[in-house]
């Protein structure tokens, strides 16, 4: 089994729906991340979480909310989806300690915005 | 200008030759660099990540680190088609979250 899931895999909806994105993880990782990926910009950093009372907003929080239910799962809201907002999302974790911080990669939703 | 450049590419290199992508940051007080590798379509992978000045080698690959130049690159050495990706360079900058560069694609020619 994956040890980063995401779900769904794929999404169309139309815009003003409300849409929710699930991440979750068996990694025991205490840190977890939210992208966007547009052709040619890279990752773009939305929102993440340190723990789960720890919620930080990144460079693109705009237009999405998220959820830190329980340490193993981090969910991302679009409370009304715009065309703009069509993009490939990831889910990503990390375990605090060190300098390394290094983050595992779930295999991405992929969201069309009508 | 952005915290972490990359040139997008394509980098075209034939099969067997050295590949060296490069990536340059910001922000100084970075502590830890990392390099992903992402297929089309796919979510990135870890290739490795250094966080000393000089070399680190994992195989074929070797991460370089110049902290007073604010450079970091890759060498992929005796490449390969299968290397045909999009590199992702990604800084550490302190307690925040990585930030990632939008990469440079690769194109190993048979």
């Known amino acids: 089994d994956a040890d980063v899931t995401q779900t769904p895999r794929n999404r169309i909806t139309k815009t003003g729906k409300r849409i929710m994105l699930e991440c979750s993880q068996t990694k025991g990782h205490d840190r977890m991340y939210w992208y966007r990926q547009d052709p040619g910009l890279g990752l773009r950093l939305i929102y993440y979480s340190f723990d789960v009372k720890d919620i930080n907003k990144g460079e693109i929080s705009d237009g999405y909310s998220v959820s830190r239910q329980a340490q193993a799962k981090f969910s991302l809201s679009l409370e009304s989806a715009i065309p703009n907002q069509t993009a490939l999302y990831f889910c990503?974790?990390?375990?605090?300690?060190?300098?390394?911080?290094?983050?595992?990669f779930g295999p991405g939703t992929r969201l069309t915005v009508l | 200008q952005k915290e972490v450049e990359q040139n997008s590419g394509p980098l075209s290199v034939p099969e067997g030759a050295i590949a060296s992508l490069n990536c340059t940051y910001s922000d100084r007080g970075s502590q830890s660099f990392f390099w992903y590798r992402q297929y089309s379509g796919k979510s990135p992978e870890l290739i490795m990540f250094i966080y000393s000045n000089g070399d680190k080698e994992d195989g074929r690959f070797t991460a370089q680190l110049n902290k007073a130049s604010q450079y970091v690159s890759l060498l992929i050495r005796d490449s390969q088609p299968s290397d045909s990706a999009t590199y992702l360079c990604a800084v550490k900058p302190g307690r925040r979250a990585l930030t990632f560069g939008s990469g440079t694609r690769l194109q190993v020619q048979p």
């Open positions: 990503a974790t990390s375990q605090t300690g060190g300098f390394t911080d290094t983050q595992y």
